[in-house]
C-alpha cells in the first residue's frame, strides 16, 4: 500500500534518519544509490536490514519489510535524489576510543564536519588500509545519508572510535600524532613510524592552537593549499606506500 500522508508513523521515522538527531534514536541509517544498495545486499554479513523503501513503481530488491511512499515523501527521504530503492539498516555500535592504548598500525583522527567531506575521507582510510579511524567531538555523523554515499560504504565497514574534540588531542591526552599543517615539514621524504596516530585538520581552521611534535605539509605550486581530503589522501598513500614496499623486500 502506497503512503501519502506526512503523518504516517513509519514516514516520520525513515525521514528522521535524515538527520544526527533521528539515527541516533532510532539506531537505523540509510543506504542510498543503486551500486551501494546492490553491492550491500550482495556481500553484507552483519548488519540487519529493517526495512527497504521503495519508490512507487518499482520493485523491490530484498525479502525485508517494504514501504512504499508517494513520490512527495519518498522525495523527503531521497535526499541525494537516486531515486532509486533505499534500505533502512541498524547502525553499529561505535565504541569510545581508549587513548591510553598503543597506537596499532595506520590510526587517523577526523573531526571533518562536512558529511561529504568526512565519507570521502573514510573512503581514503579503507582504501589505504586505515587500522582505526576515531571522530573527533566536530566530526559530521558518519551514518549521515551524503556522508555514507561519499563513502560508498567505507562508514559501516571501517573500524571506527568516537573521540575528543579536536584541542583534546594533545600529547598530554592522546600520546604522540602527527599532524597535517601547511607549517608543517615536507612529506616528501617523510620515513614513517609503523604505528602512528596522524591528526586530520578541520576545512579552514586546520587544527587551530594544537602543536604536534611532528606537523607535515604536501608542497603545493600556485595553490595556497588543499583540501583536507585531498591532503589526507595524499599522507595514507604516502605512508602505505612506504610500507608495502618494505613488505615486499622481506
Known sequence: MEIISPANASYKKYE???????????????????????????????????????????????????????????????????????????????????????????????????????????????????????????????????AVKASSGSCYRLNLANGPGLQDCRTDKVGEVIGLDAAGAPLNDFKWPQNLRLLVGEEGSGLGHLTPKILLNIPTQGVESLNAVVATSIALFHYRNQFRLQEKRK
Open 16 to 146: 528522521s534518519l535524515t538527520n544526527s538527531k533521528g539515527i541516533k534514536k532510532e539506531g537505523l541509517f540509510l543506504i542510498s544509490g543503486e551500486d551501494l544498495v546492490r553491492e550491500f545486499l550482495q556481500k553484507n554479513k552483519t548488519l540487519q536490514v529493517e526495512a527497504e523503501i521503495v519508490p512507487v513503481g518499482k520493485s523491490a530488491l530484498s525479502s525485508s519489510k517494504q514501504v512504499v511512499f508517494s513520490k512527495k515523501l519518498f522525495a523527503t527521504i531521497d535526499i541525494i535524489g537516486t531515486h532509486f530503492n533505499i534500505l533502512v539498516v541498524t547502525t553499529p555500535a561505535i565504541p569510545t576510543w581508549k587513548p591510553e592504548l598503543p597506537a596499532k598500525g595506520l590510526e587517523v583522527l577526523i573531526p571533518l564536519g562536512d558529511p561529504g567531506n568526512l565519507g570521502a575521507c573514510l573512503r581514503s582510510c579503507e582504501a589505504f588500509a586505515a587500522n582505526l579511524v576515531v571522530l573527533t567531538s566536530e566530526a559530521a555523523n558518519p551514518f549521515l545519508p551524503k
